[in-house]
């Protein structure tokens, strides 16, 4: 079956601008969580979804990111005003219960 | 929240057994030891997790000490594929709180 997957696979922006990144979960899991990887550094939680609602976002940095999953399935981390500091690859992983977590490939973000 | 330390980076022969060593001293007796690991360029892979007691399945072992601070993920026969960084994590509730991992090269 279908993993998870994440869009765009790579995404270069600029500073200040808006950008938004997709993730779709292995369907029927109704956990879902983002994490932030910088380079060689293990992945940091930003944010946990049970269902529609987000139960854990204490992992975001700060008010300039926010995340949304409407409809229980496909999220989206949406950053504003990006910053240099902001460049990581940003994973999505869903799972069934509060176990194994299915990782996506990751979206590379580079912020010039 | 605990914290996993690990070596940063190891060797082993092709056809060994590669023994990853991590400790985890400040764990809470509810959170559970998961493995996983990250080739190159790919998001990170389940590998095994555990409580208390070892742990075996198709890719490898998990041999956790009886005070729960340190575990070892065995990888009974290394292969060239199982090049990557290896990552113990503890799951605390539904987070997973990574260390920076151990980069493991499986040399032929």
């Known amino acids: 079956g279908a993993g998870v997957s994440q869009t765009p696979s790579n995404k270069v922006t600029e500073k200040g601008k808006y950008v938004e990144l997709r993730c779709d979960p292995i369907?029927?899991?109704?956990?879902l969580y983002w994490y932030r990887q910088s380079l060689g550094q293990g992945p940091e939680f930003l944010i946990y979804f049970q269902g529609t609602g987000a139960a854990d976002d204490s992992g975001l940095p700060n008010d300039r990111f926010f995340a949304v999953r409407p409809e229980g399935s496909v999220s989206t981390l949406k950053i504003q005003r990006t910053e240099r500091g902001d460049s990581a690859v940003y994973l999505c992983?869903?799972?069934?219960?509060?176990?194994?977590?299915?990782f996506g490939p990751g979206t590379r973000l580079t912020v010039l | 929240d605990a914290k996993t330390t690990q070596p940063p980076s190891m060797d082993c022969a092709e056809g060994r057994a590669a023994n990853l060593p991590c400790n985890h001293s400040t764990i809470s007796g509810n959170e559970y030891v998961y493995w996983y690991r990250q080739i190159h360029s790919q998001g990170p892979q389940y590998i095994i997790h555990?409580?208390?007691?070892?742990e075996t399945n198709e890719m490898a072992s998990l041999i956790i000490t009886e005070d729960r601070k340190s575990s070892t993920l065995i990888l009974p026969h290394a292969t060239l594929r199982d090049t990557a960084v290896y990552y113990c994590?503890?799951?605390?509730?539904?987070?997973?709180?990574w260390g920076a991992g151990t980069k493991l090269i499986i040399k032929p």
């Open positions: 992983a869903s799972s069934l219960r509060q176990d194994e977590q299915f």
């Open positions: 555990g409580l208390k007691n070892n």
């Open positions: 994590t503890v799951h605390s509730n539904y987070q997973l709180i």
């Open positions: 369907s029927g899991h109704t956990a």
